[in-house]
């Protein structure tokens, strides 16, 4: 059994492998300037690049956990996440109303993909 | 490496099987006139269903994730699943307070099973 | 296909096993009158005593959900979260704000393991 870790910080990895699956961190936009759609692009765009790391992509997402500051952000999040998935290959998906670390940040989005 | 997902709407899955784990989407109640003990019940159901799809059912659950609007909940919440699990075969579990997509929901659960 | 289940309590199993990975339950303190810094400690304590009944350790976590229910305290919980790292085999990791099921406590943690 190998597990293989990506960027690390001092706090958590980016993103981990292990036995057939993907695990993120929540992610967050690095431009906590723009609105919560823009926001959220740039966390799709960051899960993409993670997923492509580990050998894998958006079709082999499973499960999907969304936290937004507001939950009235979830209409501007899911023109973004609709754009991105294409309403293809969807996984599960929760998104709930939670504070994040920073509150200028409008969403966090962690995923399990299958790989 | 397979990927079977069920019941996909425009932006989920309902639920994903894959590598031996099946994964639902955050489920919430059809009717929301119920009371969190009925709305919980409701969910429940759905759950069962939603696990026979893949194959599997409630004994193989390895966690749940539980999201009330208000935390006072939890108690006509856990009778609910009380009553459902029987006290057995029970998954690890996180019951925590979060705002939910419409304000009449009043519980929503996401699980992973193991099939 | 096996699923190993511990220490159920009349709601949930603290920590299950099944096809390679390890569910604990949203841990939470026993003494509930420490701070948060010191709860986390707790918390770290009893997953590491979870993680040794079913074979595996902190070096092979997977992911990490944590809870606090003031997002201020994450600067006391990520304290005790890094001396218990040591920044090495680090997980994926969510830090979100959410209020627990007792207002005493001040950190809650669910983490999957490989083994």
């Known amino acids: 059994m190998a597990i293989t870790r990506h960027e690390p910080s001092k706090i958590y990895s980016k993103v981990v492998e292990a036995n057939g699956f993907v695990f993120t961190a929540g ?8 609105d919560a759609k823009g926001q959220t692009e ?9 997923l492509k790391l580990c050998g894998t992509d958006k079709t082999k997402l499973v499960s999907a956990t969304i936290w937004v500051p ?13 754009a991105w998935t294409k309403g293809e290959n969807l996984p599960g998906r929760a998104c709930i109303e939670a504070k ?3 509150p200028r940040l409008l969403v966090e989005i962690a995923v399990v993909a299958a790989k």
Do not use: C, F, G, H
């Not at 992610?27 to 723009?34: L, N, R, V, W």
């Not at 507001?70 to 609709?82: F, H, K, V, Y």
């Open 100 to 102: 994040l670390a920073d």
């Open 27 to 34: 992610i967050t936009a690095a431009d906590s300037k723009q």
């Open 70 to 82: 507001d939950i009235r952000l979830r209409d501007p999040m899911n023109e973004a996440w609709n």
């Open 42 to 50: 740039q966390v799709l765009k960051e899960i993409d690049r993670l």
